[in-house]
């Protein structure tokens, strides 16, 4: 854990939550006085435990670091940013456009991301489970700009692109810098699961609206990056970039066909969580893990008519394949 240069003035911070790897990027302009700029903020424990101790080591004073990208709300991208407003006093909060009231207010991360499925469905985290989420994630923040995708942000000689990448979460942030190939995806992709350090399986993909997930992977595809540097996974460089991209599309064809196989018979979100733990894990986490993924199969799949609610008033709702599907 520590500090790792991955290109000319770019930097990896690695640190942990739990038994994964955390990462956070550093990227700086040219000239001893340039602009730099932070991908992600942690959890609330990882700018006075990684990021600020790296700062100093990399000898960027706090006065030059100029953004502060949050690419997306999860406790462990979003958590430090507070602490980080106060100890870098010229540097600009901003995320997606759409992840601004979830990034700015955490406590809707309990409520309105991590348990939304508890009323309708009976399937979420644990009264314990929510407190250790509310002693990472940080404390409310002013939001100073968002992003929707499109702009570029001028680091001295450097230039990023940043792009809109949905899927993981309505506003998710990717940055590209065209002139190195270097794209920084964060969570926007998922692979076949999210690795521990050890690289088993540590949590499922997490991914919530598979359309957009599905041309965020189009996108990044797109754009035929030379390296990619993601939030928990290994880098990716040459040929491997495109083999994690066709891996992570290749899931949800897999996890669609899954789903469809348990729901010949009436079936819970639950039931359906445990189903593909089965079939496709094992994931090295709780099977309500797989909620986020899962419920955003049964929407796309009913959308498309193959799927129906049984009864729409009953607690926890059941989902089978509708007849035309069979």
């Given at each position: 854990?520590?500090?790792?240069e991955i290109?000319?003035?770019?930097?990896r911070?690695?640190?942990l939550?739990?038994?994964?790897n955390?990462?956070?990027?550093?990227?700086a302009?040219d000239?001893?006085?340039?602009?730099?700029?932070?991908v992600?903020a942690?959890t609330?424990?990882?700018p006075r435990?990684?990021?600020?101790?790296?700062l100093?080591?990399?000898?960027?004073r706090?006065?030059t670091?100029?953004?502060?990208?949050?690419?997306?709300?999860?406790l462990?991208?979003?958590?430090?940013l507070?602490?980080?407003?106060?100890e870098?006093?010229?540097?600009?909060?901003?995320?997606?456009f759409?992840?601004?009231?979830l990034?700015?207010?955490?406590?809707?991360?309990?409520?309105d991301?991590?348990?939304?499925?508890?009323?309708?469905?009976?399937?979420?985290?644990?009264?314990?489970?929510?407190?250790?989420?509310?002693?990472?994630?940080?404390?409310?923040?002013?939001?100073?700009?968002?992003?929707?995708?499109?702009?570029?942000?001028?680091?001295?000689?450097?230039?990023?692109?940043?792009?809109?990448?949905?899927?993981?979460?309505?506003?998710?942030?990717?940055?590209y810098?065209?002139?190195?190939?270097?794209l920084f995806?964060?969570?926007?992709?998922?692979?076949?699961?999210?690795?521990?350090?050890?690289?088993?399986?540590?949590?499922?993909?997490?991914?919530?609206?598979v359309?957009?997930?599905?041309?965020?992977?189009?996108?990044?595809?797109?754009?035929?990056?030379?390296?990619?540097?993601?939030?928990?996974?290994?880098?990716?460089t040459?040929?491997?970039?495109?083999?994690f991209?066709?891996?992570?599309?290749?899931?949800?064809?897999?996890?669609?066909?899954?789903?469809?196989?348990?729901?010949?018979?009436?079936?819970?979100?639950r039931?359906?969580?445990?189903?593909?733990?089965?079939?496709l894990?094992?994931?090295?986490?709780?099977p309500?893990?797989?909620?986020?993924?899962v419920?955003?199969h049964?929407?796309?799949l009913?959308?498309?008519g193959d799927?129906?609610t049984?009864?729409?008033?009953?607690r926890?709702?059941r989902?089978?394949?509708?007849?035309?599907?069979?």
């Open positions: 854990m520590g500090v790792v290109a000319d003035r770019t930097w911070i690695e640190s939550i739990g038994p994964r955390l990462f956070q990027y550093v990227l302009g000239g001893r006085s340039a602009e730099a700029l932070l992600d942690g609330s424990a990882t435990d990684a990021i600020l101790p790296a100093r080591r990399l000898g960027i706090a006065e670091v100029r953004y502060l990208v949050v690419t997306h709300p999860d462990d991208h979003q958590g430090g507070s602490i980080l407003k106060q870098l006093p010229n540097a600009v909060a901003a995320c997606g759409a992840d601004r009231g990034v700015s207010e955490p406590e809707r991360l309990v409520t991301r991590y348990g939304a499925y508890e009323r309708e469905h009976g399937v979420g985290y644990t009264d314990a489970e929510k407190e250790s989420i509310r002693d990472l994630y940080g404390s409310p923040v002013s939001i100073d700009i968002t992003f929707a995708g499109g702009e570029q942000i001028e680091l001295g000689d450097r230039q990023l692109s940043v792009l809109h990448a949905p899927g993981h979460s309505a506003g998710h942030l990717v940055l810098e065209p002139a190195s190939g270097l995806s964060s969570d926007a992709v998922h692979w076949r699961f999210c690795p521990a350090a050890d690289g088993n399986a540590a949590l499922p993909p997490t991914y919530e609206d359309e957009p997930y599905l041309a965020t992977i189009d996108l990044l595809e797109s754009l035929a990056p030379h390296e990619l540097h993601s939030g928990h996974w290994p880098a990716r040459g040929s491997e970039v495109l083999g991209l066709r891996e992570s599309r290749e899931f949800v064809g897999a996890l669609d066909a899954v789903l469809q196989e348990r729901l010949e018979a009436p079936s819970t979100l039931e359906l969580c445990e189903h593909v733990e089965m079939r894990g094992p994931f090295g986490a709780d309500v893990n797989l909620m986020f993924v419920h955003g049964l929407r796309r009913g959308r498309r799927v129906r049984l009864d729409p008033s009953e926890p709702r989902f089978e394949l509708a007849v035309a599907a069979r």
